[in-house]
């Protein structure tokens, strides 16, 4: 296994602002970069630098496939059970998961809890999409019983009505 690259070494604000300079540069200009550090007190070489930004790069196309998946998802299913909601999350889920596992990490310098941050809100977005979806299931299982009876269907055909064309199980 090679060597661990020394950027990963430098402080979370320089190396933000590393970070921020490949992607407003187009992941370029390695050697302006690594005199931009030697100002900053980092001996880091062009090589390191180009080979992070490689898979910084990577990480960051994959982000952009994730949104236009994401972003295509609900252009072509928008729906009102949340089932979209849920299925978005799941994406990021997995996205955030697969990021972690690609990330070189000094086990020294892991933040469970920075981690912990970041997926908290993705697990009560999940339970608010299902809370949200039961909710929907139960009120429209509620109005359909409520028009069915009103036309004077008998309780097969309102359950028809919800299992079948809306997807909800009876009231009954």
């Keep these: 296994m090679g060597q661990r690259s020394k950027v990963y070494d430098l402080p979370v604000d320089v190396r933000s602002e590393l970070d921020g300079k490949l992607l407003r540069g187009g992941f370029s200009d390695y050697e302006g970069l690594a005199a931009w550090l030697r100002t900053k007190g980092f001996e ?17 196309d994959a ?28 994406l990021v889920q ?43 299931r139960a009120k429209t299982a509620k109005v359909v019983d409520e028009l069915a009876q009103a036309q004077g269907m008998d309780a097969a055909q309102a359950e028809f009505w919800m299992r079948k064309f809306l997807g909800v199980p009876g009231a009954a």
């Design 44 to 60: 880091i070489g062009k090589s390191s630098l180009h080979r992070y930004g490689s898979v910084l790069e990577e990480r960051m």
């Design 63 to 90: 982000l952009k496939v994730a949104t236009e998946q994401a972003r295509a998802l609900v252009e072509a299913a928008p729906d009102d059970a949340g089932d979209m909601g849920a299925a978005l999350i799941r």
């Design 94 to 136: 997995e996205r955030t998961f697969s990021a972690l596992m690609q990330m070189e990490i000094d086990p020294e310098n892991l933040d469970l809890a920075k981690i912990g941050k970041v997926i908290a809100p993705l697990v009560r977005a999940d339970v608010h999409v299902k809370k949200y979806a039961a909710e929907w």
